[in-house]
């Protein structure tokens, strides 16, 4: 009888979609290999596990937590920060926890917008203008529900993080690799990376894992890729005028959009080196601007017909911008 008491693992759910945990099962029976070599502890979306379960840990007592999606709210802080205590190693898992994703385009508008929004439009029958409440007292007790925070934040910025694995979602296929990895550590055959690493992708860009031909061809107009008939299968998509964001974007998925015939949107995030993604990308897109003056050169760039969405539409939250000016007025006081 085997004595010894298997590492702990969880996973948690913060400001994302899910496809994260489903990037997870879809390792198919690699996900036996964690269930065989890990006890699972928490992991709310498979499991029965309560916040006051974990509270009762030791400090460090779970060796891996990965945890995908940003921090949008006060619970996620608190979880972050309660799993940080517990856990020898955290994991930024996926691209909403390494750098705000898609719900990071909410710092686009300050918190009163949303909920305004949300909650008095066309769409929505709210005729007393009822909005949501942080606490309500009913007969059974006080109900608490969590507080928007005034901008959504990559895990990094709550509490240290070991390591990062971007991706919306990562790739299952990397996903496993790094699965494998973490099992020969626990048995003694292999060391992990040196902390704050990049994991389970590549060092270089989308464009060095892509076929497609590039015969440095310039362009005197961006488009979208439905305007574009016929797309070349074979050259860069970039120098047909369609914004791809694959010289900016980090490696790891094999190409997978631009070899599909559709443009990277740079789901995995800021390559090696790459201080702010959107000011990359729009150099990347500058270099193929068939223009000799500052007004021609804007009239191409207006042919984006969504900027932000194009350059920041993953990487809002973990860019420089962080947000608009008027998000940062109110989060400023």
Not at 207 to 227: G, H, M, S, T, Y
Request: glycine share 8%.
């Amino acid at each position: 009888m085997n004595t010894n008491p298997k590492p702990k693992f969880a996973m948690y759910w913060a400001a994302s979609c899910g496809g994260c945990e489903i990037a997870v099962l879809n390792t198919h029976e690699k996900i036996l290999d964690v269930d065989a070599n890990f006890e699972v502890v928490f992991w709310p979306v498979a499991m029965d596990a309560k916040y006051h379960d974990v509270e009762a840990m030791e400090d460090g007592s779970i060796l891996l937590t990965l945890f995908n999606g940003g921090i949008r709210n006060d619970e996620n802080e608190h979880i972050a920060k309660l799993l940080r205590q517990k856990s020898k190693i955290l994991v930024a898992f996926g691209s909403c926890a390494c750098e705000g994703c898609i719900p990071g385009l909410a710092n686009l508008s300050p918190v009163g917008d949303i909920v305004r929004t949300a909650f008095n439009t066309i769409t929505t029958d709210n005729p007393n203008a009822i909005y949501p409440r942080t606490s309500y007292d009913v007969p059974e007790g006080e109900l608490h529900i969590p507080t928007l925070s005034r901008m959504v934040r990559p895990l990094e910025e709550v509490v240290d993080v070991d390591y990062f694995m971007p991706g919306c979602p990562p790739e299952s296929h990397q996903i496993a690799a790094v699965i494998d990895l973490v099992i020969k550590v626990v048995k003694g055959e292999a060391e992990l990376p040196p902390k704050g690493s990049v994991i389970g992708c590549g060092d270089s860009t989308v464009c060095d894992e892509c076929p497609r031909a590039r015969n440095v061809k310039f362009i005197k107009e961006f488009k979208r890729i439905q305007d574009v008939a016929p797309v070349d299968p074979t050259l860069c998509l970039l120098e047909q005028g369609i914004p791809c964001n694959g010289p900016a974007t980090r490696s790891g998925c094999n190409a997978r959009c631009p070899q599909a015939g559709t443009q990277c949107i740079g789901c995995y995030g800021p390559a090696d080196g790459v201080m702010d993604y959107g000011a990359r990308l729009i150099t990347a897109f500058s270099s193929v601007i068939d223009a000799n003056t500052p007004e021609e050169i804007e009239h191409i760039l207006d042919g984006i017909p969504d900027p932000t969405g194009q350059v920041y539409r993953f990487n809002l939250a973990g860019s420089l911008l962080k947000a608009n000016r008027e998000v940062w007025k109110v989060e400023n006081g």
